[in-house]
Structure formats: C-alpha cells, structure tokens
C-alpha cells in the first residue's frame, strides 16, 4: 500500500519550460488536492478535484493547471515556469471529513 | 475569506515539558479540524482531529482542545521528546495554517 506516490521528486527548470507534476494514490480517495510550500508561507492550495471529473481553484492557481485523469490521479501543470513557482508541491488525497494523506513532496527549481 | 492561522511561528519547549501549540480559526461554519506534523523533508503527517460537536479529544501524548466560542483550537503534547521536533500545521477541512516549528531544547 503506496498511498499518495508524486513524480519526480526534484526537478529544475529553466524559465519558460513546462512541465508536468504526477500525482497518484491507491485508497480510493474521492478528492484530490495540490499545494506549494514556500517557507515562512504554510501549506498554500493550488488545485483540488472534490471527486472525479471535477477540479476547483484553489488560494494561488495562477500559473497553473490540473487533471484529474482518473480517480487515482491528479496532474499538475506549469506551462511556462517562472522563478516565482520555485517551491516544494505536494499532492494529498482523502474522503470528506477525514483526514488527508500526502505525498513525499516534489521540490522544484526554476532558474 | 476562510483563513486558519497559527499565534506563534516557533516555540521552544524543555525535553520533558508539555507544549501547547495554538491556532485561530476564522469560519465559524467549520466543523472538522485536523493537527498535522511535518518532519524536514517530508510531507504533513496526520496527529490527531476533533469535529465540531466535541470539545475535546485524546490520543497518545497528545490532546486536541476545541473553544467554538472564541474559534480556537490548541495541540497539547505531554512529555515533549526530541522526536517531537518538527512543524505542527492546524487546518480545517483542507486549508491549512501557516505552522508552529516546535524546538525541544535538551
């Protein structure tokens, strides 16, 4: 049982390259969530999907953008980076009224 | 908006000590709080919830107090061990404070 898995782990980027953060877990959780955490500044929500097929924005979705591909899975995109968006992401999943399991983070780099 | 945030970026507890992290809560619709641990380099770990209809709510060396009246919550940890270092983050549902870092002095 992996729980919440998030791809890669460490990326760097120049300014103006896109990519894509993968998200997935395995406990059949119902909502899906992206945040960034820069220090000083707490968890901060980007996306979060309330069930499949559905995502909503979340405190900062500027720059951003998601899929919800399938109930395991909850991508995150930059389409064109910029140094504002240096900052570890992580991915959590839960059901409503329970508590939320996380990913290991994803620390990214944008130079 | 709905915000939920912390009194204290950094407290620093004695070994052996209790600690008391607090955080203020701005919804007065909330109903479900949950304290989370965050070890450097990983990511926020479940302690320990309390939904609205209680006041109170125990685990292992942990209690969680609930104060609807003045929307406050508060993270009671007994017998503070070096292990206990870390950052502590309240949220309500899924909105999270900005965090306590709690240092245990020897």
């Known amino acids: 049982n992996a729980g919440v898995t998030q791809t890669p782990k460490f990326q760097v980027l120049k300014t103006g390259q896109s990519m894509t953060l993968q998200c997935a877990q395995d406990?059949?959780?119902?909502?899906m969530y992206w945040y960034r955490q820069d220090p000083g500044m707490g968890l901060r929500l980007i996306y979060y999907s309330a069930s499949e097929g559905t995502t909503d924005k979340g405190e900062v979705p500027n720059g951003y953008n998601v899929s919800r591909l399938n109930k395991r899975e909850f991508s995150l995109r930059l389409e064109s980076a910029a140094p504002s968006q240096t900052s570890v992401y992580f991915c959590a999943s839960r059901d409503q009224g329970t508590q939320a399991f996380f990913g290991q983070g994803t620390r990214l780099t944008v130079v | 908006g709905e915000s939920v945030g912390l009194h204290l970026p950094t407290l620093s507890v004695q070994e052996g000590d209790n600690s008391i992290i607090n955080c203020a809560y701005s919804n007065s619709a909330s109903d479900y709080f949950i304290w989370y641990k965050q070890e450097s380099g990983k990511g926020p770990q479940f302690i320990i919830d309390?939904?609205?209809?209680?006041d109170k709510r125990q685990g292992q060396r942990v209690t969680v107090l609930l104060n609807k009246t003045v929307k406050h919550l508060s993270l009671q940890i007994a017998a503070t061990q070096p292990g206990d270092s870390a950052v502590y983050f309240c949220a309500e549902s899924f909105i999270f404070g900005k965090g306590t870092r709690l240092h245990i002095l020897p």
């Open positions: 309390i939904r609205s209809n209680m």
């Open positions: 406990m059949n959780h119902n909502s």
